[in-house]
């Protein structure tokens, strides 16, 4: 049996709590991007030069372990519990890379001299990647509980599943709209 089937077609996967969570989180972060481009458009120059001095390998690396956690956690809801555990587990692999990778990449940043007070660019930078860690960190929790769960016989064990999967899509969303932000267009 796997992890999907057990959800009615009343409910969203995850439950509705989950998506107005999601959907409060989807809103602040627009708040975020609003902020953000109200603040580039007045110094199209500032960002444009600041965004030169990141590295894009940190970021398609970033943007590959996010994209292939997303898969697996989708992966996994079509699983027999066994397989889907483990395709949980390395969903939550895959953040904890990206973490250690961000972590090293805010280390290479430092080291060079760029911090929240360096500009308006490297504050925006470090407070919406941040906020974005952060989110990171809960969802890769969630993955684990999840892959704990689906061996477990815990009656809320496929809710648990569809929430972990809806989450880390978000925060694959939120990358996404990070990544061009300040890699591609600065």
């Known amino acids: 049996m796997n992890v999907e089937n057990t959800r009615t077609l009343s409910s969203p996967p995850g439950g509705l709590a989950l998506w107005i969570f999601i959907t409060l989180e989807l809103l602040t972060f627009a708040g975020f991007f609003l902020a953000y481009a109200l603040v580039r458009n007045e110094n199209p120059a500032l960002f444009h030069e600041s965004s030169q001095h990141l590295i894009p390998n940190f970021a398609m690396a970033h943007t590959l372990l996010l994209i292939t956690g997303s898969f697996l956690a989708a992966r996994a809801l079509r699983l027999e519990r066994t397989k889907a555990s483990q395709s949980f587990l390395l969903a939550a692999l895959c953040g904890g890379i990206f ?4 972590i090293v990449e805010y280390g290479v940043d430092i080291s060079a001299g760029f911090t929240t007070t360096t500009n308006l660019f490297f504050f925006s930078y470090y407070f919406l990647t941040f906020a974005h860690f952060l989110h990171v960190i809960l969802g890769v929790v969630f993955l684990v509980i999840a892959s704990r769960r689906l061996l477990s016989d815990h009656p809320e ?29 600065g």
């Open 99 to 102: 973490l250690i990778l961000k």
């Open 157 to 185: 064990r496929h809710l648990i599943a569809n929430s972990a999967a809806s989450y880390w899509h978000l925060v694959d969303l939120i990358w996404l709209i990070l990544f061009p932000l300040f890699y591609v267009t």
